[in-house]
């Protein structure tokens, strides 16, 4: 005697899971959707790395200028060796408090900080060195320009331009002509 009656071959209790065909379809609409929102992502990566590295500038001048209204003395901000045309500060930057306030790096200048190089997918043009007095302003006084922008070639537009005029505040603009 049997206890419970046998199932029927498509009862609910029997059908667990996906059939094939389900989950090929699971598998073709993921794939369509990644292929859609892959280039976004990509774009929305290189801004988010575009933002870090000008956030980071923008507050290296800050210090730069702070640390010279702090010390009485000026600072110089200078790309470290071996930048290249176009990404002079390819292998970052350092800050030094110019002791012997000649506006040139040498063995008697203290360095206040030193930042990273930057990644392969950008670059930072501008001119170098700058230098802030020890009241925080420019020398010489003239507006100096830096550019961040995706490296060659990968297609971005979108840049930032760091004007810091002879006062040392720095003024960050969103360019689109980065090439």
């Not at 060195?129 to 020398?139: K, R």
Request: with cysteine; aromatic share 6%.
């Amino acid at each position: 005697m049997l206890l419970f009656p046998p199932l029927p071959l498509h009862s609910p209790a029997t059908r667990r899971g996906f059939t094939l065909v389900e989950m090929m379809v699971a598998v073709a609409v993921l794939s369509i959707l990644s292929v859609v929102a892959l280039p976004s992502l990509t774009a929305f990566s290189a801004r988010n790395r575009l933002q870090a590295l000008s956030s980071d500038f923008v507050s290296s001048l800050v210090l730069a200028r702070t640390e010279a209204a702090r010390a009485g003395l000026p600072v110089l901000v200078l790309p470290a060796s071996g930048g290249v045309t176009d990404n002079e500060f390819a292998n970052g930057w350092n800050l030094y408090l110019d002791r012997n306030s000649n506006g040139l790096f040498d063995s008697g200048d203290t360095l206040i900080r030193t930042y990273a190089a930057l990644p392969g997918t950008l670059r930072l043009q501008g001119t170098s060195p700058l230098q802030f007095t020890a009241m925080g302003y420019l020398t010489p006084p003239a507006a100096v320009g830096f550019v961040l922008c995706p490296s060659r070639g990968s297609g971005l537009k979108d840049g930032v331009q760091v004007t810091v005029p002879p006062s040392g505040l720095a003024d960050v603009t969103r360019i689109n002509t980065c090439t």
